[in-house]
């Protein structure tokens, strides 16, 4: 899974009527001046009406739908979902991931109308950069391919905001970031002669997390697994720019490294919605007092997940397994991987919520 990451693992009128022809006086010709255009000069071209978008009818009807369509059944480890929607291939400030299987692209409601409105509010305060989504959940939920989540609807990879050499958004790609924030996009494997220098898009990354984390929703935010380091300056970020002291303060809280390090994207977890609550669904640990005391105010308790040691297993592929599928690496892949290994394990900060 590793090399695959490296590899590169959204009427007019109709005017007014001519007055009759003896009712107007026509004036004699006369030589256009420098000032005065001729009128027999071609008429500036009229322009055109944007070509209408697809997709924009799906994406109004998303916006505007219920949560009580969809409903979370289980944990994100063993669970299931009903009356799923999916997340439409493009929409402002954003895309699904050609790259990944459109089976996959399924989610709560909650989530997705979550996604899609974070990444709009990027698009239009910071425009240029683009956020890409990786693995939502299938239809049904269950199983998937690479997770031992995203079973229940209310999980979602997505990738961070990058940067060129040149300070220029760049199309997002799951490139390992080091704890300067940078990488490299290594299209051949074998031949450094294509890679491409990239880092962390920060403004456009914290502006997302930030418009998640503000969003008045049912189902906020769970959990945010990322590296260590990209957490650190993430934060250093927010706190350096201004950014409010309780957004700050609830990232810091869902944020946490787990044994995959999570240094090419973030694995974004939401709550259970107070109404899917009482049909089964479970929220995985922490549960926040502040979830608590929402809940609370809804006149709902939440319901501790309790993992299921017989739930079936989704297939996975090892390191080993895809460093053997890669091929040849060229030296700098082989250098990075060993460099990569010092921020791999889970780290242990002891802090409340991610020890």
């Known amino acids: 899974m590793l090399l695959v990451v490296l590899a590169g693992c959204g009427s007019r009128d109709p005017g007014a009527t001519a007055p009759e022809a003896d009712a107007v006086e026509v004036p004699e010709p006369m030589e256009p001046t420098a000032e005065e255009p001729s009128e027999t000069a071609a008429p500036a071209p009229v322009p055109l009406d944007p070509a209408p978008d697809p997709l924009q009818a799906e994406r109004e009807a998303l916006l505007a739908m219920d949560g009580s369509r969809s409903t979370s059944h289980g944990g994100p480890n063993d669970g299931s979902l009903e009356g799923a929607v999916a997340l439409p291939l493009r929409g402002p400030g954003f895309r699904f991931n050609p790259r990944r299987s459109t089976d996959a692209r399924f989610g709560t409601v909650e989530m997705v109308q979550a996604l899609m409105a974070a990444a709009a509010r990027v698009h239009e305060e910071l425009p240029g950069g683009e956020l890409t989504i990786n693995d939502l959940g299938y239809a049904s939920g269950g199983p998937i391919p690479h997770h031992g989540s995203h079973r229940a609807g209310r999980d979602v990879d997505t990738l961070f905001y990058l940067l060129g050499a040149d300070g220029e958004p760049l199309p997002s790609v799951g490139a390992p970031l080091d704890p300067a924030g940078e990488?490299?996009?290594?299209?051949?494997?074998?031949?450094?002669?294509?890679?491409?220098?990239?880092?962390?898009?920060?403004?456009?990354?914290?502006?997302?997390?930030?418009?998640?984390?503000?969003?008045?929703?049912?189902?906020?935010?769970?959990?945010?697994?990322?590296?260590?380091?990209?957490?650190?300056?993430?934060?250093?970020?927010?706190?350096?720019?201004?950014?409010?002291?309780?957004?700050?303060?609830?990232?810091?809280?869902?944020?946490?490294?787990?044994?995959?390090?999570?240094?090419?994207?973030?694995?974004?977890?939401?709550?259970?919605?107070?109404?899917?609550?009482?049909?089964?669904?479970?929220?995985?640990?922490?549960?926040?007092?502040?979830?608590?005391?929402?809940?609370?105010?809804?006149?709902?308790?939440?319901?501790?997940?309790?993992?299921?040691?017989?739930?079936?297993?989704?297939?996975?592929?090892?390191?080993e397994e895809a460093r053997a599928a890669a091929g040849e690496l060229h030296p700098s892949v082989t250098a990075f991987l060993e460099r990569r290994e010092a921020w791999s394990d889970a780290p242990h900060p002891g802090r409340r919520w991610c020890r």
């Open 183 to 319: 990488g490299t996009d290594y299209r051949d494997l074998a031949v450094p002669a294509d890679d491409v220098p990239l880092r962390i898009d920060l403004p456009r990354t914290w502006l997302f997390v930030q418009a998640l984390i503000e969003q008045e929703s049912a189902s906020p935010v769970q959990r945010i697994f990322v590296v260590e380091h990209l957490r650190t300056m993430l934060l250093d970020h927010a706190r350096q720019h201004g950014a409010p002291a309780l957004v700050i303060e609830r990232f810091a809280d869902l944020t946490c490294q787990p044994s995959y390090p999570h240094d090419d994207h973030f694995h974004i977890r939401f709550f259970c919605s107070a109404e899917d609550i009482p049909d089964g669904c479970e929220d995985s640990a922490p549960i926040y007092p502040w979830r608590r005391a929402d809940l609370r105010e809804e006149g709902v308790r939440p319901v501790p997940h309790r993992p299921r040691p017989d739930r079936p297993m989704a297939p996975t592929t090892t390191d």
